[in-house]
């Protein structure tokens, strides 16, 4: 409720965030995510896309954010830290790109409608300025290069910033926004804001064994053009062209309660 009314701030620092770096970097995107990179031009500009293996599975779900043609950041889940890295170095290596986690760094989302201007409060003048005129899913490229990262992104259907910040700054951001009204939410209340805004969660809606297409995921597919030969695609061409032997779908909680993962959905069928 207070993230749907007012303001909420999250401890997403397991999240794991890559800086990717080298003159080769679009072209390793381009090869390595289903969506396509080249859709991304502007500074700041964000992108969510799986990355899949040869078979089509989702390997993780990721937002990548274009710093500059030789720079990119990209933030994928905590739980598969370490097969996302392995991944990320092997597909790197014959494009030359260097892959270089930041594990020194923090992660706080605020998220509601008060978020905006609760977090606007906190920055300094120059960041506060270009904070504010951010677009949804942009970051701030003025200061994409220091150690603040500033992103209109989030993961519970409200407006908000997602804050990559050094760690040891965390707990005084986090003081000084709850001073300020935003209320600390645990992650187990961001995953019920995920589920009612219909955004898929990794290892329960998408799995390596699984497709984009069999886990709602068509529309970050980027098809076009044909010739872009990502890792996957076959495969979701085939299924494109066949059918997908499943789908996930949404269902719609009449009355009161909280829908869990992994809980059974029973039809009233005899």
Same mark, same amino acid.
């Given at each position: 409720?207070?993230?749907?009314?007012?303001? +909420?701030?999250?401890?997403?620092?397991?999240?794991?965030?890559? /800086?990717?770096?080298?003159?080769?970097?679009?072209?390793?995107?381009?090869?390595?995510?289903?969506?396509?990179? /080249?859709?991304?031009?502007?500074?700041?500009?964000?992108?969510?896309?799986?990355?899949?293996?040869?078979? =089509?599975?989702? &390997?993780?779900?990721?937002? %990548?954010?274009?710093?500059?043609?030789?720079?990119?950041?990209?933030?994928?889940?905590?739980?598969?830290?370490?097969?996302? @890295?392995?991944?990320?170095?092997?597909?790197?290596?014959?494009? =030359?790109?260097?892959?270089?986690?930041?594990?020194?760094?923090?992660? &706080?989302?605020?998220?509601?409608?008060?978020?905006?201007?609760?977090?606007?409060?906190?920055?300094? /003048?120059?960041?506060?300025?270009?904070?504010?005129?951010?677009? $949804?899913?942009?970051?701030? $490229?003025?200061?994409?290069?220091?150690?603040?990262?500033?992103?209109?992104?989030?993961?519970? =259907?409200?407006?908000?910033?997602?804050?990559?910040?050094?760690?040891?700054?965390?707990?005084?951001?986090?003081?000084?926004?709850?001073?300020?009204?935003?209320? $600390?939410? =645990?992650?187990?209340?961001?995953?019920?804001?995920? @589920?009612?805004?219909?955004?898929?969660?990794? +290892?329960?809606?998408?799995?390596?064994?699984?497709?984009?297409?069999?886990?709602?995921?068509?529309?970050?597919?980027?098809?076009?053009?044909?010739?872009?030969?990502?890792?996957?695609?076959?495969?979701? /061409?085939?299924?494109?062209?066949?059918?997908?032997?499943?789908?996930? %779908?949404?269902?719609?909680?009449?009355?009161? +309660? %909280?829908?869990?993962?992994?809980?059974?959905?029973?039809?009233?069928? +005899?």
């Amino acid at each position: 409720h207070a993230v749907r009314r007012d303001a +909420g701030m999250f401890d997403v620092s397991h999240m794991t965030v890559v /800086d990717l770096s080298g003159p080769q970097t679009r072209a390793f995107l381009r090869k390595l995510l289903a969506n396509n990179i /080249d859709h991304v031009q502007t500074p700041g500009k964000a992108l969510y896309s799986c990355m899949l293996n040869e078979r =089509g599975g989702v &390997i993780d779900d990721l937002i %990548v954010y274009y710093v500059r043609e030789d720079f990119f950041r990209m933030v994928v889940n905590a739980g598969t830290r370490d097969k996302d @890295l392995a991944w990320l170095r092997q597909q790197a290596q014959p494009f =030359g790109v260097h892959v270089r986690e930041r594990a020194e760094l923090a992660m &706080i989302a605020v998220q509601g409608p008060y978020a905006r201007e609760r977090m606007l409060e906190l920055l300094e /003048d120059d960041l506060r300025n270009a904070v504010a005129a951010l677009k $949804p899913f942009f970051a701030a $490229p003025r200061i994409a290069d220091h150690e603040w990262f500033v992103a209109r992104t989030g993961y519970t =259907g409200e407006d908000g910033f997602e804050i990559i910040l050094p760690a040891a700054d965390a707990v005084r951001v986090w003081t000084t926004l709850a001073e300020r009204g935003v209320h $600390p939410i =645990g992650l187990g209340a961001r995953d019920t804001l995920r @589920l009612e805004a219909g955004m898929n969660l990794y +290892g329960s809606d998408m799995t390596e064994d699984t497709t984009p297409l069999e886990s709602g995921l068509a529309w970050t597919i980027g098809w076009e053009p044909a010739e872009r030969d990502f890792i996957g695609r076959a495969v979701l /061409d085939a299924q494109r062209a066949a059918g997908a032997p499943s789908k996930l %779908v949404a269902l719609v909680l009449e009355g009161k +309660g %909280v829908l869990r993962n992994h809980q059974k959905v029973v039809t009233g069928a +005899g």
